[in-house]
């Protein structure tokens, strides 16, 4: 069954310090990897995107891992702002049809 | 600013009541998804439209259809409301290569009472 789980289902960190979000997926075939920002009651926005053949991209202070072969997906968030506060969610995009499989994201809040 | 236009924001109605969501695509994406959100669930994918024609179906139930026109929006027609349909409704879009992701809207959030 395709499934992408994360963790931590929440966390609440500093303003100011680094914080590492978890994904895992058994999607297969596997297209790309997308993580998206959701801020409450607002549509997601962006992140990154990931193919088989990345390891790394960053985005400014995000930057997000894919190891393909584990199945594993990391976004790193330094130097967290109280604006980091939201919901990130993980996507995998199948290669059948090219269905899009969400987890259920991680709600982070950031402290001041 | 997204590009994906949804309307209305917010809508409230009666159980057994029928609605309809609509959405814009950003300029040029020919595909549109739609996709539920209840209170802390994740992303639900309801449907997709390319170009006018049904591409992808999800957990859509019957009491829920969609269709895409020929200007490319789409309307997102949900019939005989029952509580649990309260969530918000998100539209997505997409362009023909796929490459830049997919562009939500910021969502309908639908209250049936």
């Known amino acids: 069954k395709n499934q992408v789980e994360q963790s931590p289902q929440s966390l609440i960190i500093l303003e100011g310090k680094n914080c590492t979000l978890q994904?895992?997926?058994?999607?297969?075939?596997?297209?790309?990897l997308r993580w998206y920002k959701q801020d409450t009651g607002r549509g997601p926005v962006s992140l990154t995107i990931?193919?088989?053949?990345?390891n790394t991209k960053s985005n400014g202070r995000y930057t997000a891992t894919l190891d393909a072969d584990t199945k594993q997906s990391s976004l790193h968030i330094t130097a967290s702002q109280l604006s980091d506060s939201a919901s990130y969610i993980c996507v995998v995009k199948g290669s059948t049809l090219g269905r899009l499989y969400f987890g259920r994201g991680t709600q982070l809040t950031v402290w001041p | 600013d997204s590009g994906v236009t949804q309307t209305p924001k917010h809508l409230i109605t009666a159980t057994g009541q029928r609605v309809t969501l609509r959405c814009s695509p950003r300029?040029?994406?020919?595909?549109v998804y739609w996709y539920q959100q209840s209170l802390d669930q994740g992303l639900q994918f309801l449907i997709q439209?390319?170009?006018?024609?049904?591409?992808a179906k999800g957990n859509i139930l019957e009491r829920f259809s969609a269709q895409q026109f020929p200007d490319l929006h789409s309307e997102l027609n949900l019939s005989s409301l029952e509580l649990g349909d309260s969530a918000l409704y998100f539209c997505?879009?997409?362009?023909?290569?796929?490459?830049?992701?997919?562009?939500f809207g910021s969502g309908t959030r639908l209250t049936v009472v």
């Open positions: 990931m193919t088989f053949s990345e």
């Open positions: 439209y390319y170009n006018g024609e049904e591409r």
């Open positions: 300029s040029g994406d020919l595909s």
């Open positions: 997505a879009s997409s362009n023909p290569l796929g490459r830049l992701g997919y562009t």
């Open positions: 994904c895992n997926y058994t999607v297969s075939p596997f297209s790309n």
